[in-house]
């Protein structure tokens, strides 16, 4: 499946927030932000899948993929029909749904990701 990156810039705030808490607080907070931004997508994607039993929307999930270096990275997968209908085959065009829909929604993920890490980080710092 085709990789889609979001690079966030102008968040200097957030960020700085972030390094105030430092440690598994930032994580979190980071972690939980990443997780709702990545539900706004993963929403759109279930209603744009073609459906027949429903199947490959219930299949559509997010998945943390762990921390790489610097990197949080959560994304929003499908079942081997799911990837098959987004890249198509030989015999089969493709119908993608989690790339427009990632497209689409991703100012607003962008945007709930923010309010919900800043409200983790507010929480994170009143436990101190």
Do not use: C, H, W
Request: proline share 4%; glycine share 8%; net charge positive.
């Amino acid at each position: 499946m085709a990789d889609f990156d979001i690079e966030i810039e102008g968040l200097d705030d957030l960020e700085r927030r972030l390094n105030d808490i430092a440690g598994p607080g930032a994580r979190r907070s980071l972690s939980k932000g990443l997780r709702q931004g990545a539900n706004v997508v993963l929403k759109e994607a279930r209603q744009r899948v073609r459906k027949k039993t429903g199947a490959t929307a219930k299949a559509t999930k997010t998945k943390s993929q762990g921390q790489q270096g610097q990197d949080i990275i959560y994304s929003v997968v499908s079942n081997k029909v799911g990837r098959l209908l987004e890249t198509g085959t030989s015999k089969m065009p493709p119908y993608p749904f989690i790339r427009p829909a990632a497209e689409t929604k991703a100012s607003e993920a962008v945007e709930i990701m923010r309010a919900v890490t800043l409200a983790a980080i507010e929480a994170e710092a009143a436990k101190r």
